[in-house]
């Protein structure tokens, strides 16, 4: 069964920590994403990877930095935390193109990890 | 201006009633693609569809239908003889090309669908 795993559902963390926010893909995805979830903003896209080592800016990169050293796994860091860093984080993967056959460029996400900031 | 516009925030049904969910998508691409998701109340969001800017054809699965219309830029999605546990938050998805070759989603804000005993 393919998996998405997010290290942690939940997290509590103070102003000014720094924090970590791990995901683990098992289906040897080139693609990996983070989002953040908030009540009427829907999923915003933070920064996402296509390749290890490669990463690029989503919408709303501000105030997070992320790491991909490996393909299957893929880090958020919030260098210092913010009240309004306080979220839920969603992580997915997917395969890259062509889509065809079997690839329907779906994403697949983890459970979310809810961080309060406080 | 936002790329995918749910413009409905939250729907209530009462079980059996069937409920259109509207998505209007804006892209200068020629190719794209347009994806259905489900967030039930435990929270994993789960794909339901993917469409391909080439492909118009309507597609049904079980009470799900999904109307695909390019004329203007929509993706509605019908649920019919709506039941319970179709209660759930539900998001369309645009995913056009960005550097690398990947394609990458945009997503919109998603609506609440809650259907009453």
């Given at each position: 069964d393919v998996k998405v795993t997010q290290s942690s559902r939940y997290l509590v963390k103070r102003t000014g920590e720094k924090v970590f926010l791990e995901c683990v893909q098992d289906m040897d995805h080139e693609n990996m994403f983070w989002y953040r979830q908030d009540p009427g903003l829907g999923l915003r896209l933070i920064y996402f990877s296509y390749d290890v080592k490669m990463k690029e800016k989503g919408d709303i990169p501000e105030g997070y930095s992320v790491s991909r050293e490996k393909k299957e796994r893929f880090s958020l860091i919030l260098e210092s935390a913010s009240t309004n860093q306080t979220s839920m984080y969603l992580c997915a993967s997917s395969?890259?193109?062509?889509?065809?056959?079997?690839n329907t460029g779906e994403l697949f996400f983890g459970e979310g990890s809810r961080l309060t900031v406080l | 201006a936002?790329?995918?516009t749910q413009a409905q925030t939250e729907i209530s049904v009462v079980e059996k009633e069937d409920v259109t969910l509207d998505c209007v998508y804006e892209t200068r691409d020629t190719t794209y693609y347009l994806f259905w998701y489900k967030q039930?109340?435990?929270?994993?969001?789960v794909f339901l569809i993917r469409r391909n800017s080439f492909d118009e054809q309507n597609e049904i699965s079980g009470r799900y239908s999904w109307n695909f219309q390019k004329s203007t830029s929509s993706f509605n999605f019908t649920i019919t003889a709506s039941q319970v546990v179709d209660s759930a938050v539900y998001f369309c998805a645009l995913s056009e090309i960005w550097s690398g070759g990947s394609y990458i989603p945009t997503f919109g804000r998603g609506t609440s669908l809650i259907v009453h005993p």
């Open positions: 395969f890259s193109p062509p889509l065809a056959g079997g | 936002q790329k995918v039930p109340p435990s929270g994993e969001l």
